[in-house]
């Protein structure tokens, strides 16, 4: 760092002169970690409806607090005294667990929620899956479609000012520490931007198959099986390889990512879980689903249950089903969900084990609508 000409704009990127920026930072007092965190609470909690001067009508009734789970026809099911159990990875909780995840409860009106509808448009968007029995109508499919990008394209926006809350983090390190650990913002931020303008492209599509009446826009497997699951989920990502290793898409060409879309819906005697696809060819959520659907069907939830939980940080668990799970069985779901954890955004990397048995219904059925 010595020699640089303290009225250059800073190394590190900030647009700040150095002198205002990172001269003498070794000697700084560190920052308070949990404003960074305040901030980033925040950032998540902005209402803005998703729909929004988007071909969808106009808004009314003001932004809601909106689940990608549904509430009465999903978590309550699988619900004891009103809550379930998710892994949780909050700052405060990785700290008094010495940095591992932890399972804790949570009320189904505060499960999987996020503010990114209006009254309006959450009522008439996705009544079809709030107010009739999932059936696997094309229609259906879209509009769990749709809520799950809106949920992923809001997650990322509010993801986008984290380089700037944390800039000031490596107060108090030596040099090369501090360039280290602002290169690995920069990480972040690439891969968040990336992610975001793929979510992005994909919303807009998704929109547009709303606005025109076009289901068929995506594809999608619908696996039923013969008694309710003891979880619920919901969430989107872009797979890098599919079931079994193999690459789909390796993220570095020009081509955008496309994503996989996961659901699943509880019944009083049964459920199912939809995978959907923007239906192109080679799509990457149409090769994972035709080899799911190729496992016996005494193995097609464990497989959907454990890639889920590897890529969705979205899932709920019965809490009497998970307290009743062996120690091996935890172990293995605590390795998938930790390997998913992982900020510069690598490919989990961790194994499905469908040898290690779940207690999970079969399969009674794959169809596509």
């Avoid at 900030?14 to 560190?30: A, I, M």
């Avoid at 280290?180 to 492209?201: C, P």
Wanted: charged letters at 25%.
């Amino acid at each position: 760092m010595k020699g640089r000409d303290r009225n250059a704009p800073c190394w590190c990127g900030s647009g700040k002169k150095y002198k205002k920026c990172h001269l003498n930072r070794d000697d700084q007092p560190k920052d308070n970690p949990w404003s960074a965190v305040d901030v980033n609470r925040k950032s998540f909690a902005k209402k803005k409806c998703c729909a929004r001067d988007v071909g969808l009508g106009p808004c009314d009734g003001g932004v809601i607090k909106a689940h990608t789970v549904s509430r009465g026809p999903n978590l309550a099911k699988i619900a004891e005294n009103g809550h379930v159990l998710h892994y949780t990875a909050t700052v405060q909780d990785l700290n008094k667990n010495g940095g591992k995840l932890s399972v804790k409860k949570v009320g189904i009106k505060d499960a999987s929620v996020f503010y990114g509808f209006c009254g309006k448009h959450d009522r008439e968007l996705f009544s079809c899956i709030e107010n009739e029995p999932f059936a696997g109508r094309p229609d259906q499919c879209l509009a769990v479609a749709y809520r799950t990008i809106s949920r992923e394209l809001y997650g990322k926006d509010a993801a986008a000012h984290l380089r700037e809350t944390l800039r000031g983090a490596d107060k108090g390190m030596q040099p090369f520490e501090q360039f280290m650990f602002q290169k690995m913002l920069d990480d972040i931020n690439t891969g968040n931007e990336a992610a975001r303008r793929e979510a992005k492209v994909t919303h807009d599509v998704l929109t547009s198959a709303l606005v025109n009446n076009q289901p068929e826009t995506i594809g999608s497997y619908v696996f039923e099986f013969e008694s309710p699951l003891p979880f619920m989920f919901a969430g989107a990502w872009s797979p890098f390889t599919d079931f079994y290793g193999n690459e789909l898409q390796n993220g570095y060409s020009e081509e955008l990512l496309q994503q996989i879309f996961v659901s699943s819906f509880a019944g009083d005697e049964r459920a199912m879980v939809c995978i959907s696809w923007r239906d192109i060819g080679g799509a990457p959520g149409k090769v994972i689903a035709e080899q799911i659907k190729a496992l016996a069907a005494d193995q097609q939830a464990s497989a959907l249950f454990q890639i889920v939980t590897k890529h969705v940080e979205n899932i709920f668990f019965n809490p009497n089903w998970y307290e009743g799970l062996g120690d091996k069985q935890k172990e293995h779901l605590n390795r998938l969900v930790t390997d998913g954890v992982d900020i510069i955004g690598s490919v989990p990397s961790s194994p499905v084990r469908l040898e290690i048995d779940f207690q999970l219904p079969i399969a009674s059925r794959t169809f596509q609508p």
